[in-house]
């Protein structure tokens, strides 16, 4: 039965043509097409991989079946496999299944963006920290038992950015310029109906907002959040990768700092 389905090379982009190849079954299947095309993962959009018009006649020779736009949209709409987002935006991963720290289970979307999502949506923040050599800033969440940026849940009616700005202090003692902060993308969670939520999810609000701030100093003074526990670091990226690798929030985290080349673990 055919699952992987391709429309002619007709949207221009980048000075080229550009097809939407999409599987109606599973994600997994077409990251395996697409790799056997030699299509790098960076042309995967959430949902499809967009491929140069020189690859066409090869994904037809190896299986794809040529459709239409409209019936390609109309398919996966259809599968399930549809990752909405605003134009603009950029589909990166969907992570299916994920137990969160407080046992709900969701499917997390995880998306590029350089805009804020809207603010009566936003549960959390989260903030990718570099100083002025590349380092990135790690620190240890006891709760979540697992090493990643400074991020947490808003409180009271504090903005997105205020909320990363006092979550990062709080956690490394690192004192960021709200103005340093750049929106990067965001974490869109569909929380499962059968797993309880505890009292600090509120209907409608859905997403963590992620940013990224670049500092113009060297591995700036940080300290431990509270005794007893892993002080924050700064990382190299191959040690960010290590330590990081495991988490769902990481395809965004390596899209946003340009870390998809780092190397697999032995």
């Known amino acids: 039965m055919v699952t992987i389905w391709i429309d002619p090379p007709a949207w221009p982009a980048h000075g080229r043509l550009w097809s939407h190849l999409i599987s109606d079954e599973s994600i997994a299947e077409l990251h395996d097409f697409a790799a056997g095309l030699g ?9 499809h991989y967009d491929i140069p018009a020189e690859y066409y006649e090869r994904a037809l ?14 398919r996966l709409q259809a599968s399930g496999l549809r990752l909405p987002k605003r134009r ?5 991963e969907r992570v299916t299944g994920w137990t969160l720290a407080d046992g709900t289970r969701a499917d997390i979307d995880l998306i590029l963006s350089p805009r804020e999502m809207t603010d009566e949506r936003i549960f959390a923040a989260m903030v990718f920290v570099q100083d002025a050599g590349g380092r ?6 006891e709760r979540r038992q697992e090493w990643g940026a400074p991020g947490g849940w808003r409180e009271g009616d504090e903005s997105p950015v205020a909320n990363a700005v006092r979550e990062a202090e709080e956690e490394s003692g690192l004192v960021l310029d709200p103005a340093d902060l750049r929106p990067v993308g965001y974490e869109r969670f569909r929380r499962d109906p059968h797993t309880p939520a505890p009292g600090l999810w509120v209907p409608g609000r859905d997403i963590l907002q992620v940013y990224a701030a670049n500092l113009s100093a060297h591995r700036p003074p940080v300290r431990v959040e509270e005794r007893g526990q892993p002080g924050p670091e700064w990382v190299e990226d191959v040690e960010l ?4 690798r495991d988490s769902f929030w990481w395809p965004l985290a390596a899209r946003v700092l340009a870390l998809e080349q780092l190397p697999e673990p032995e």
Do not use: M, N, Q, Y
């Open 241 to 244: 990768g290590e330590r990081c």
């Open 39 to 47: 299509i790098p993962r960076r042309g995967f959009e959430g949902d």
């Open 136 to 141: 990135h800033l790690l620190t240890w969440s």
């Open 61 to 74: 020779a190896s299986g794809a079946v040529e459709t239409t736009g409209r019936d390609l949209l109309r």
């Open 88 to 92: 603009g935006d950029k589909g990166i």
